[in-house]
């Protein structure tokens, strides 16, 4: 006879890889039901880009049947974990993790990759928002195809005035670049951008959102202290090119965060290498593998490298970001692995102590 406690202790022999620990004792086991030879459960993970899913979905099974069991169903859900404090429930109520994208220089291309990195987490199953907040060359507007909209005003209960973020691709979007008329510059002292990424922060109704992106301005200066000073991120993810000049902006961007006390969620390494499409050759226009080299010298985890596809800057222009228009593709997939990457740094940021030392390998 199949009983819940066998089944668990069977399941106890399967770990999270990125979280060091087995599902039992990470509570992942839920709705266990046995009639008969008939077993059912849920495994509940804390993100639906869990890069393992399918695996551990499988082991689980082999588990089961082990027992003797006639018939298994193991359904795969996800609760996302959150980590952003009481600070940051207090300014968005509904948002369980916020994560900065950002660069130390700019003309890396951490917009393009940033919207990606949204689309993809939306693509997974996450309820996904993205801040475009470099105020002062705001792109989110055209690279998510939502230029010259404008966001509806309304009375919350309170009857304060809220904003809603406009919605495409499955990504909830605010930029400065919907408020204002797109050939008008952004002409402000520090005190008056930073006043706009608070706003978009605590006066927009975001709803319930299991990731919220920051599309950061390239550096280290008053928009990065602003956020990192409003609420406590989850974590930054920063983006940088192959060759040394920007490798050295990366790795101030990334001790910038460190200084602050922001969790570095890993590097991401753009422009990578091209594959000319007639001959197939590779080419290392801009170096290759600097940024994995960093990541390696910081002690932070790298998060994969994306290729220079025309496609890629084509979908920027059309506001079609490139996972969306392009899924089948090889470079999509290895944006899907970059999202799910991320997703399992945030984990295990968010699971603390327990996770000290746990890296995951791409």
């Given amino acids: 006879m199949i009983t819940e406690a066998a089944v668990r202790s069977a399941l106890s022999t399967i770990n999270d890889p990125d979280l060091g620990r087995d599902i039992v004792s990470l509570g992942f086991v839920k709705d266990v039901v046995i009639e008969g030879a008939n077993v059912s459960l849920t495994i509940e993970l804390t993100t639906p880009a869990c890069p393992v899913k399918d695996q551990m979905q499988a082991q689980a099974e082999e588990a089961i049947r082990a027992l003797g069991a006639a018939s298994v169903v193991v359904r795969m859900g996800a609760n996302v974990s959150g980590g952003t404090g009481t600070r940051a429930n207090a300014v968005m109520p509904g948002v369980r993790n916020t994560i900065a994208v950002a660069s130390g220089k700019g003309g890396v291309g951490k917009s393009t990759v940033a919207a990606n990195l949204a689309v993809a987490l939306a693509q997974e199953g996450s309820r996904v928002g993205l801040i475009d907040a470099d105020i002062y060359g705001p792109s989110a507007p055209i690279m998510f195809g939502l230029a010259g909209r404008r966001p509806m005003l309304y009375n919350d209960e309170r009857g304060e005035r809220r904003l809603l973020p406009i919605e495409a691709h499955g990504v909830k979007v605010m930029s400065i670049g919907f408020l204002i008329d797109p050939d008008q510059p952004v002409i402000w002292r520090g005190p008056m951008a930073s006043g706009a990424l608070k706003q978009f922060m ?13 599309d950061m301005p390239p550096g280290t200066g008053d928009i990065q ?4 000073q409003t609420i406590p991120l989850t974590g930054a993810v920063i983006v940088t090119t192959p060759q040394d000049v920007a490798l050295e902006d990366a790795r101030k961007a990334l001790k910038m965060f460190e200084r602050v006390n922001v969790p570095v969620l890993g590097v991401i390494e753009n422009m990578s290498y091209f594959v000319a499409p007639d001959t197939g050759n590779r080419y290392d226009i801009f170096s290759h593998g600097g940024a994995q080299r960093t990541a390696t010298e910081l002690s932070v985890p790298f998060l994969g490298e994306v290729p220079i596809v025309m496609e890629m800057r084509a979908g920027g222009d059309t506001g079609v970001p490139y996972i969306a228009g392009h899924p089948d593709t090889p470079q999509a997939e290895e944006l899907r692995t970059i999202a799910r990457a991320v997703a399992a740094q945030v984990s295990i940021a968010n699971l603390g102590p327990q996770a000290q030392g746990v890296q995951i390998e791409v």
């Fill in 202 to 214: 605590s006066d927009v109704d975001w709803g319930a959102l299991d990731y919220l992106v920051f």
């Fill in 225 to 228: 202290l602003t956020l990192t």
